[in-house]
């Protein structure tokens, strides 16, 4: 996708076209990509967070993750144009992920968070600030024997995840 050239498309021309290398879709001004749109959303969420604006913060990164479908880039997140991009939207979006449960918990007791913060940790069970959001919204909904088990959980995980690297790394 590239920039139009000065005075190139206009909406009564093309602005899809045919060339050697496959083909070119011409971006207006006020065009709009998703994947801007999520990055502006996050920052501008983590930026109300910062400032004690939780509610503000919460929505703008709801906002930013409801926009998020699929991997980026697809099968070609992998291909060397595309690599160092996907990875970076990927760590984006694990910062939006956290940054939300931060700005909910601020913001609430955090109760109703519990299966999505469990779903979070399920695909990311290492994060550490993800046991602790999960360990604080069982807690603050009155599930304190919960919270100690989820705390069990995390350190037993840890230890066998990071364990074995820290072993793996001294031999």
């Not at 139009?4 to 045919?18: C, D, E, I, K, Q």
């Not at 970076?88 to 694990?94: C, K, N, T, V």
């Not at 449960?101 to 994060?127: N, R, Y």
């Amino acid at each position: 996708i590239l920039p139009a050239p000065a005075g190139a498309a206009s909406p009564t021309n093309s602005r899809l076209a045919s060339r050697a290398y496959g083909y070119q879709l011409t971006l207006l001004d006020d065009d709009s990509i998703d994947l801007h749109r999520f990055e502006a959303l996050v920052k501008d969420g983590r930026a109300a967070l910062v400032s004690g604006s939780a509610t503000d913060a919460f929505e703008q990164l709801d906002m930013a993750l409801k926009l998020w479908h699929g991997d980026p880039f697809g099968e070609f997140a992998y291909k060397g144009f595309a690599h160092a991009d996907a990875t970076r939207y990927l760590a984006l979006r694990h910062t939006a992920i956290e940054a939300r449960f931060d700005a909910a918990l601020q913001s609430t007791d955090g109760g109703d968070l519990v299966p999505e913060i469990e779903v979070a940790i399920a695909a990311d069970p290492t994060e550490e600030r993800l046991w602790g959001h999960l360990m604080v919204a069982l807690y603050r909904a009155g599930r304190s024997s919960d919270a100690i088990r989820a705390f069990d959980r995390a350190r037993l995980m840890l230890d066998r995840e990071i364990g074995r690297a820290s072993c793996r790394e001294r031999v």
